[in-house]
Every structure is written in C-alpha cells, then in structure tokens.
C-alpha cells in the first residue's frame, strides 16, 4: 500500500515537471520565428517600428532680420511745417483748416460725438537726412502711447514726379517702443499710378485701388533695413531707406491717422464722399460731424530739394496774389483785427492772404 503510493507520488511529479518546461518552451519561443540561416541583426531591421508621437514640428515662423545697419538721431531740421493746432478749438468741438476737396484734413475727433484725440491732432513735421536715410520727426499734441489705440498709424506719403499724385507710402503703426525697430513698419507703392482718381488731390469719383504693390515689410524677404519707427515723448520719428525713394527731390506729407487707416483707400476724398466723411466744420458745413473719416490728419505737400511754384494744388507753398485796392465802405462796419476768428466772412476776405475762412477766420500757417 505505501509503496503504490509512493509511486503516484513520484509519477505526479515528474509529471508536472514535464509541463513546467512545456510552458516555458512556449512562452520563450518568437511569435513569428525567423527562417533558418538570419542573423539576429537582420531579425532586428525587420521588424517594424511603431510610429512616434513626439516627432519635432516644423515650424513656420519667420527668422529674425539680421540688420546691418540702424539710423541714427535725426539731425538738424531740412525742411518743416508747422500743422494746425486744434487743441485749441477742441472744446467747441471744431477744427480749422480742413479741406476735404484738396485732401488736406485736419479732425482729431472721434465719429459723430467729436471728442477730442491729441495723439492724432499733428504739430509740426520735419525732415533731414544722412547718408544713409531720410528722416521725419512728427510733433503731436501728445504721443497717447499709454493709450489702447492698436490702429493708430504714423506716415509719411511721397510723390516722386511732382505730378500731386503720391507715389510711395511709408507706413507705420505705433507701439510706443523708443527704440528703432522696422516692427509694424511697411513701405508701398502706387505702381499703376491710379492714387487720386482722375484728378490727383482734388476729389473725384473715380478711385483706384490705392496703394496696392508692397515694397517693405518685416515678413518679407529683402533689405530688412528699410524703414524704420521710434517713439521720443510726444515725437513719433520715422525712417527711410533713401535708395527705397529713389529721388532726392519730391513733395512730402505727413499723416496721423487712427480712423480707415487703409493704404488701399488712397486718396481718402475719392473712396468717401463728402456726405459719408463728414466735416469738423461746425457751423461752416452741413456735414457736420466728423463721421467714417475720424481721427486723421494730414499736412499739404511740402517740397524737399525742389522748388515749388506755389501753384501746386494741395501745395503747402501759395503764391501771393496782388490784392485789389480796398474801398472805403461808407456803412460798412469797422472790423476787428485780421485773424480774429468771430470776425465776419467779408472782413477775413477783406483781409486776403495769408488769411483764410473756415468756419472763422484764419491765419495759414507760414511754411
């Protein structure tokens, strides 16, 4: 008895052992066992590899412009003109010296309620130059950088052949950075010459399509030292590449503009009219207020390295015309001195150049 039971002992276990090593024979074995005669390395390269997740994106991203060349301070004035005040009107909501037939604006107000924006209402613009570049400081009531105005734009228009149809835009939208940076700067060009419609300055119906051809921008490939933008105070400094102008004579003006500030728009009294701008004219307009063309303004042209006839329309230079002798009017009311802006529209005319009606008498500021 014992012995017979010793033995189913002994035979359960070897028995189990056999299907131990069975097991482990089959766990060890490849799924898909290689053919006779291939390396371990040749197993290896063909196995597929599973498809990684964290594969490197390429990235889009423009590389940074390496500049060569930076400008400088702006030197000493060439040429410059003082622009109309209208910080000193602004609290009767009005400005002086607008003229929408000649292109020539002057509304630092906001549409339809005309409060007043200083950062838009321009001072004075100058120009000088260097070797390398063409300078323009602009002179604003105040800059306005602490302010949110994202669209707010900076520029300078050129023409080039003389012909009161600009040519070359250099554009720039402000940030506030006081140091010279080409950011949010642009330059284009009219290079089917159709900016001012039929008529270049005065307004028309017939517009084109602005400046429609880029010549300058941070994203595009070329001389990444073109055109350039600084904040100093209440200064905004702009500069051009002269090679970029391509003429050392031409006429130059000035805009600040936080209203369309579309350079495809160009001219602005052909793509809206009169009815559809407005007027900051209180009193001398019936478009009065200021409404689709707010918060822009804009020099005449003034000539650089050329001399102007004054004949030029929309010229900031006027030539003097002799005056009629002024007869004595027997009733006729005394009138207070030239220049006084309640005066009369018979005693400004009486007044002649330099002095003009705009809702009020006027004294054109001098070149």
Not at 329 to 344: I, L, Q
Request: aromatic share 10%; charged share 20%; with cysteine.
């Amino acid at each position: 008895m014992n012995k017979k039971f010793c033995l189913l002992i002994l035979f359960s276990f070897l028995l189990f052992n056999s299907s131990a090593c069975s097991n482990g024979a089959l766990k060890s074995s490849p799924a898909n066992p290689a053919p006779a005669g291939t390396s371990q390395e040749a197993q290896n390269e063909e196995q597929p590899v599973a498809a990684s997740n964290t594969e490197t994106p390429q990235s889009n991203a423009t590389p940074a412009a390496v500049h060569t060349i930076t400008p400088a301070a702006p030197g000493a004035p060439e040429e410059s003109k003082q622009d109309i005040d209208t910080s000193s009107t602004a609290n009767r909501k009005l400005a002086l010296g607008d003229s929408f037939r000649l292109g020539i604006f002057e509304r630092p107000f906001t549409a339809g309620d005309m409060n007043y924006v200083e950062y838009t209402d321009l001072q004075e613009a100058s120009i000088s130059s260097d070797e390398n570049f063409f300078y323009f400081v602009l002179d604003l009531e105040n800059n306005g950088i602490d302010a949110d105005h994202p669209g707010m734009h900076y520029g300078v228009e050129f023409d080039t052949d003389l012909d009161g149809r600009g040519d070359i835009l250099l554009w720039a939208q402000e940030s506030g950075n006081p140091d010279w940076t080409t950011d949010g700067v642009s330059v284009f060009e009219d290079a089917n010459e159709d900016v001012g419609g039929s008529k270049p300055v005065m307004a028309d119906p017939s517009r084109g399509d602005g400046y429609e051809s880029l010549l300058f921008s941070p994203q595009q490939t070329g001389d990444p030292d073109s055109a350039w933008r600084r904040s100093d105070g209440r200064q905004i400094h702009l500069a051009v590449k002269k090679g970029l102008i391509g003429s050392s004579g031409f006429f130059w003006k000035v805009w600040a503009d936080n209203g369309p500030a579309d350079p495809s728009l160009f001219d602005y009294n052909d793509s809206f009219s009169e009815a559809q701008a407005g007027s900051p004219g209180n009193g001398s307009s019936a478009f009065y207020p200021v409404n689709a063309l707010s918060q822009v303004d804009s020099t005449c042209w003034i000539a650089y390295n050329y001399r102007a006839s004054g004949y030029e329309p929309g010229g900031c230079y006027i030539h003097p015309t002799a005056q009629p002798a002024k007869k004595a009017a027997s009733h006729a009311p005394a009138c207070p001195p030239c220049g006084t802006f309640e005066m009369s529209y018979d005693c400004c005319v009486a007044c002649g150049y330099p002095y003009i009606w705009a809702g009020g008498c006027m004294k054109m500021p001098e070149k």
